[in-house]
């Protein structure tokens, strides 16, 4: 998420009360997750085994819970809970507007585009021409999408990220400040979940088609003329590349890369990144040829433990 103009250090550190390492008018861009910062951002880490992955990042701006020796070119906003003050930023500057109407003033909706009766459209929500939203339909604030759009009854985009710490007393949530992008020539099928990014975009890309009952989780990345199939689970922070296709039920963890043109078949977990140009099937997922092996090596068990059974000595 990149801030409407550029603060300094000492701008960023009045609004969250924190100590800084670095010179007051250090630019500060924006603020992001470990895996989309680049030069400017505020990365966050509250965590020692973390600590020399966000220092080393490309982010410039590092907020942790300890002072610590500050790379060169980086700055350090010292906090005691840097998990709360990314949240105070995030509500400072990303905070929630509540809406009066179904379809908020601020929203632009493209030519020959159909708004179907019963639907929610946020603040700063942009729907190119040509698209069909159906009834029931709830598209939360900032959310993009473009030409050629169908959206299926009861689906809802911009949801906040399935993103929680936990407390002595329960568990608090990471606020969400990104949003949904959804290109050109995408088809979502009905009660379908598209999580908003924290602090980037979910991006559905152009030409996809997304069956009935899928989440996808936040930060995620689907890439071109991807199929996918009814009651898939899909993780944050996943990419999944062109031309992949998954079949129903498949659940997929987050941070995984899924090569394109890759086919994961019926009810298969997914636990680990994923070759391209392959199928796979199973729990965990793994290529067909693999499978059928380990499948194989399986059904011998049996016949094995009956030869070691007839070789015991008679007791």
Request: hydrophobic share 35%; with cysteine; glycine share 8%.
């Amino acid at each position: 998420m990149k801030f409407p103009k550029p603060h300094t250090l000492r701008e960023i550190a009045e609004i969250i009360n924190a100590k800084y390492v670095g010179e007051d008018d250090f630019p500060v861009l924006g603020m992001n997750e470990i895996h989309v910062v680049s030069s400017g951002d505020i990365v966050f880490v509250d965590h020692p085994k973390y600590y020399d992955k966000a220092l080393q990042s490309d982010a410039t701006i590092v907020l942790i819970n300890k002072e610590v020796d500050c790379p060169e070119g980086k700055s350090l906003l010292i906090s005691e809970d840097p998990f709360r003050d990314f949240n105070i930023l995030t509500n400072y500057f990303k905070p929630f507007q509540s809406s009066k109407t179904n379809i908020s003033k601020t929203a632009k909706i493209g030519d020959n585009t159909v708004i179907q009766p019963n639907c929610f459209i946020g603040n700063n929500v942009i729907i190119g021409e040509h698209c069909v939203i159906h009834s029931n339909v709830s598209i939360y604030d900032d959310t993009v999408i473009g030409n050629n759009v169908t959206i299926h009854a009861g689906t809802v985009l911009g949801a906040n990220a399935f993103y929680y710490k936990k407390r002595e007393k329960g568990y608090d949530r990471l606020l969400s400040g990104g949003k949904v992008v959804i290109e050109d020539n995408v088809d979502l099928g009905a009660l379908c979940s598209i999580d908003r990014g924290v602090t980037n975009d979910t991006t559905i890309k152009e030409g996809t088609k997304i069956d009935n009952q899928v989440q996808v989780g936040h930060d995620t990345v689907i890439g071109r003329n991807c199929l996918i199939a009814s009651q898939v689970g899909i993780a944050g922070c996943t990419i999944i590349e062109d031309e992949v296709t998954i079949w129903g039920q498949v659940g997929i963890t987050s941070g995984v890369i899924i090569g394109e043109k890759a086919v994961i078949s019926a009810k298969a977990g997914v636990s680990k990144s994923l070759e391209g140009h392959k199928s796979y099937f199973g729990i965990p997922a793994d290529d067909f040829r693999t499978k059928y092996k380990e499948i194989a090596s399986i059904r011998k068990i049996p016949e094995i433990l009956e030869k070691l059974k007839k070789n015991e000595p008679n007791s």
